[in-house]
């Protein structure tokens, strides 16, 4: 090999070589200090896109998870609400069983018929002032509860309908319509009217029995659908953090190789700058 000073070929070998481990060892050092492996679409271009895909997945489980949280919560006020409208009902029964059987004087008949207007006067409030986020709860309407993984195939529509409630008719399962009406609209007038009262209250307790059990099929659903979501969502980020996180075993490995290949890097630069130094001895 012949001595020459226009280009140092071993110094640019050296520079390069020295360049590329430096690189090398500032992506091992950003990888330690922030705990990712991926910091850059340069890292891992397919990596970063797996990850990024999932991070979205897991954020439309997550809100997935508290939409069914949501519904269950609408679906909790209104099967609270019939309980009490059963409540009020099963009393309705007692006056207009008690009105059926006769004897009553006219002063107890209108005192059982003033209970009677009241009990169907409270299940007209509950069933206008009962409201969820502001939203009216028996509106005899669906109501869609959305549970997605953020792809058209991973998205369900869960649909519950609360039937209408008035002081004229409890809504029934389907909330198509009225729901069971009361014909008779008082328990003295007649021992007559008090026993069709009395069979209309108990087809609405039936009515009311009814839609609880819809609602109680829907807030299991929301609940399943919920637990899975939230299960999905764990496995995902598990997924995520062992494409991107950093592994530390490895990392501090690099970081040692590195560190070694950087030092010997500016060693053998120093050195290969050192020879066109001997020229100068040819001249002396």
Do not use: P, W
Not at 49 to 57: E, I, P, R, T
Not at 218 to 235: D, K
């Amino acid at each position: 090999m012949s001595l020459g000073i226009l280009t140092n070929v071993a110094a640019t070998y050296a520079e390069n070589n020295l360049n590329q481990t430096q690189g090398s060892l500032q992506t091992v050092l950003q990888q330690l200090s922030s705990g990712s492996r991926i910091n850059s679409g340069a890292d891992d271009a397919a990596g970063l896109s797996v990850a990024d895909g999932l991070k979205a997945n897991q954020a439309a489980l997550n809100q997935s998870a508290q939409n069914a949280q949501n519904g269950v919560g609408l679906l909790q006020t209104a099967d609270g609400a019939l309980s009490q409208v059963t409540n009020l009902l099963t009393r309705a029964v007692t006056l207009a069983t008690e009105a059926a059987n006769g004897g009553l004087t006219t002063a107890q008949a209108n005192a059982a018929d003033t209970e009677f207007q009241s009990i169907l006067t409270e299940i007209g409030n509950i069933g206008t002032s009962t409201n969820f986020n502001s939203n009216a709860v028996f509106s005899a309407t669906a109501t869609d509860f959305v549970v997605s993984d953020g792809t058209t195939s991973g998205t369900t529509t869960i649909s519950a309908t609360i039937g209408a409630l008035s002081a004229a008719g409890v809504g029934t399962a389907t909330g198509g319509g009225a729901g069971q009406a009361f014909t008779a609209t008082d328990v003295l007038t007649s021992q007559a009217s008090a026993k069709t009262t009395l069979t209309d209250i108990t087809a609405a307790i039936a009515d009311v029995a009814n839609q609880r059990g819809a609602i109680g099929a829907n807030i299991n659903q929301l609940n399943a659908a919920a637990n899975v979501a939230s299960s999905e969502s764990v496995n995902l980020s598990s997924a995520e953090s062992a494409i991107r996180s950093t592994n530390y075993g490895q990392a501090t490995s690099d970081l040692a190789k590195f560190q070694v290949l950087s030092q010997t890097g500016i060693s053998a630069l120093a050195q290969a700058n050192s020879v066109q130094q001997e020229i100068l001895k040819l001249l002396q």
